[in-house]
């Protein structure tokens, strides 16, 4: 599962990074509102991020965030 999220949320990435935004502070966005108006339709981005559970997206964040810290 966790890999599938990662799959997508570079998928959401790449899109949103192609048109010109700023990703992380879009997928910030849409994590803290679940306002989908913060991620891009194009390259199907906007549906694939939905489709996540935010709160089980959150944890792999967290624990990967903490994992790679681990590794310093």
Request: glycine share 2%; no cysteine.
């Given at each position: 599962?966790?890999?599938?999220?990662?799959?997508?949320?570079?998928?959401?990435?790449?899109?949103?990074?192609?048109?010109?935004?700023?990703?992380?502070?879009?997928?910030?966005?849409?994590?803290?509102?679940?306002?989908?108006?913060?991620?891009?339709?194009?390259?199907?981005?906007?549906?694939?991020?939905?489709?996540?559970?935010?709160?089980?997206?959150l944890q792999?964040l967290v624990?990967?965030?903490?994992?790679?810290?681990?590794?310093?």
């Amino acid at each position: 599962r966790e890999e599938e999220m990662r799959q997508t949320m570079l998928t959401v990435y790449n899109a949103l990074k192609e048109k010109g935004y700023n990703p992380i502070s879009q997928i910030v966005g849409y994590i803290l509102s679940e306002d989908p108006t913060y991620i891009t339709t194009h390259n199907n981005a906007r549906s694939l991020i939905r489709r996540l559970d935010r709160d089980e997206l959150l944890q792999a964040l967290v624990k990967n965030y903490l994992k790679s810290s681990e590794n310093k």
